[in-house]
């Protein structure tokens, strides 16, 4: 007897057991949250400008443990604040990369283009009394002597349909690779077919393209005397910059009579001859190419 009331007895503790176990569980109920990832989240202001505007980006992702920007063209060209200002000064097509690190270390990127409207380009204004002499525009009526071009000593002179400063141009080059038994120095010549008398004139002004390194010297020749004005690759002197853009040059004439006093400005022949300054040797340096266009004389 005494055994099966102890045995009811355990059955009546299992099940209040249970029963408390069952209901306590029921009130300790907690949520459960999965984790959530970062979002990348950002805006630009723009997408076509002007040269010389700028354009805002902004970033508002979330969770974000590292910010990159680049951006092509621009200034800054990148940054790791969350809103920047960028200024396009250049035209073209560019591109502004954003990259967002978030703070579970995974990457996405997001991209914007930006059209920037190039500046305009300054109207060609020539003084009414210059002494015109070359160009391909038709605005640009030529009053000079009839011309020369010759090519000399390894210097090959062609013209170019496009792309000038005004439309063609002529390019002054060497062959890409001359033969070694030529000489190391290059000379090429635009010349007057009439003695000329530029006396009244003050300045020699030119358009010019290059990215020579070498040493170059702009002469002008009478019939037995040359003077000239010497350029190295570092100075501009006269606007003459090795940057593969086109640049206005302007020359005092008086420069080349300084060079050689005996020069006759009332009987030059030869206006520009192109010549590679010794000991330089052009078989070495084979980077002398220049583009010349809208050449004319001016008395200011």
Request: glycine share 4%.
């Amino acid at each position: 007897m005494t055994t099966k009331l102890n045995h009811i007895a355990k059955l009546k503790y299992l099940f209040a057991m249970l029963s408390i176990g069952l209901f306590s569980c029921e009130s300790d109920v907690r949520e459960v949250y999965l984790y959530n990832k970062g979002k990348l989240e950002a805006t630009s202001t723009n997408t076509s400008v002007k040269a010389g505007e700028t354009v805002t980006y902004t970033d508002s992702s979330t969770k974000v443990r590292a910010i990159k920007w680049i951006f092509q063209g621009g200034s800054p060209g990148s940054s790791i604040d969350p809103k920047v200002e960028v200024k396009y000064t250049k035209g073209g097509t560019f591109t502004t990369t954003l990259e967002i690190t978030f703070v579970d270390n995974t990457i996405e990127k997001k991209t914007f283009a930006v059209e920037v409207e190039a500046p305009a380009t300054p109207p060609i204004v020539i003084p009414a009394d210059a002494l015109k002499i070359y160009s391909e525009n038709p605005d640009f009526t030529k009053i000079a002597p009839v011309l020369n071009w010759v090519s000399s000593n390894q210097f090959v002179i062609k013209e170019v349909a496009v792309d000038g400063y005004e439309g063609a141009y002529r390019n002054f080059s060497l062959p890409a690779t001359p033969p070694a038994a030529e000489a190391k120095w290059a000379m090429a010549i635009l010349s007057f077919v009439n003695f000329t008398d530029i006396s009244s004139y003050t300045y020699i002004n030119m358009a010019v393209r290059t990215t020579s390194t070498g040493k170059i010297r702009f002469r002008m020749k009478d019939a037995a005397n040359t003077g000239y004005v010497e350029f190295d690759a570092t100075s501009n002197l006269y606007g003459l910059k090795r940057d593969g853009s086109w640049n206005m040059v302007k020359i005092p004439i008086a420069e080349y009579k300084k060079q050689n006093p005996a020069l006759d400005l009332t009987k030059i022949k030869d206006i520009l001859v192109l010549r590679s300054v010794d000991p330089e040797d052009i078989r070495t340096l084979n980077n002398y190419v220049f583009d010349f266009d809208h050449i004319y004389l001016s008395k200011n």
